[in-house]
């Protein structure tokens, strides 16, 4: 079975904007970052799919639930197909360090692993794209690459990646 290049994109901060909403449930609170676009489109044809991996601690607090959050996946889908890009998968971990540890939650790379495991990713070539520090050791950690950008910038801008 060929290897799948994959690109590893947290979701708040690097695909939507988190600025005005630190939860995004809402789906009238989803605003995408500049470039995410264009910019996952030069990936794309590279041969590269894309996966999200995304901390809701929202969940385990209560504020909005699993069907919350998996509607905005789907319209994350929804909005890539629009563009000609296909996600294709979403792991996010549900828990909150206040109600007992977990694996999943970034910095843990079990979300990562799970899904370089399940689709038979090529990890020389597949890397993650993070805001936090979190991202960037749950990468590490899985034993990919990964980039640090700046929360909600305009994707464009950047040339390592
Ligand atoms: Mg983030
Ligand atoms: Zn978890």
Redesign the pocket.
Same mark, same amino acid.
């Given at each position: 079975m060929e290897k799948n290049k994959i690109l590893f994109l947290d979701r708040d901060g690097v695909i939507l904007n988190n600025e005005k909403h630190y939860y995004i449930y809402r789906k009238s609170d989803m605003h995408y970052n500049l470039g995410v676009f264009e910019k996952l489109g030069h990936y794309a044809k590279m041969g590269y799919i894309f996966i999200l991996i995304s901390?809701q601690s929202g969940i385990?607090k209560g504020i909005y639930s699993t069907v919350d959050t998996e509607s905005i996946h789907q319209k994350i889908k929804t909005d890539f197909e629009i563009h000609g890009l296909m996600l294709a998968d979403d792991f996010y &971990?549900?828990?909150h360090p206040q109600n007992g540890h977990?694996? &999943?939650?970034k910095p843990?790379s079990?979300?990562i692993e799970k899904a370089l495991a399940k689709w038979n990713a090529d990890l020389a070539q597949s890397f993650m794209v993070g805001d936090s520090e979190g991202d960037i050791e749950a990468a590490t950690r899985a034993g990919i690459k990964a980039y640090k950008i700046e929360p909600n910038s305009n994707l464009m801008l950047y040339t390592a990646w």
């Open positions: 901390n385990s &971990c549900p828990h977990c694996f &999943c939650r843990g079990l979300l």
